[in-house]
């Protein structure tokens, strides 16, 4: 049906693990992700980032990233993050990815890692639900200081761990 040159979108998932023995689903990504293929795209990666843990697309070998395509990748990493207990990340960016990125001043979304305000420990890393970001803080912090709902929302996932990802606590400062 298309014309277009280069080598057409298309990808491979494969299923490993990170260095704290977390599993982590490698989205392999190659040929050329524009406006066509970013449905595609959405529908291979949403229902991850509904599964939970910690995802990464590789783009060692994507050729070609249009607008659409960044559209769909930001749109992912939204919803990944709202949906929390989800990383989303992406791997092997080529310069011309990683450029378009920067001009677009999207990289930082990608390579930001939040921290809790308190103690320091990274923020929603997949089933550890202390960690859980509750507006700067983590949830072992915001429970430590007496917060009623922190202290509730930890003592409830640390009676199941693998329960349902915990939904992000709004914190408004009295
Ligand atoms: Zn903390």
Known sequence: ?????GTP???EIEETRDENDFNVTVVKCR??????????????VQPLILRGGRIALDF?????????GLGAIVG??????????????LKNLTPRVK???????????FSAISRCRICGQELNIPFKPETLDCGGDCLKCMADSGDPECVETLRQTLVDRRSTPVKP??????
Not at 60 to 68: F, K
Request: glycine content about 4%; overall charge neutral; charged content about 20%.
């Open 1 to 5: 049906m298309s014309t277009a040159p």
């Open 9 to 11: 979108f298309h990808y």
């Open 31 to 44: 040929g050329r992700l524009v406006g066509k293929n970013t449905t595609e795209i959405r529908e291979v």
């Open 60 to 68: 060692a070998n994507l050729e070609y990233l249009d607008s659409s």
């Open 76 to 89: 992912l990493k939204v919803s990944a993050i709202s949906r929390g207990h989800c990383v989303l990340e």
């Open 99 to 109: 450029q378009l990125l920067t001009i677009t001043n999207l990289l930082q979304l």
């Open 169 to 174: 606590i709004k914190h408004e400062m009295s």
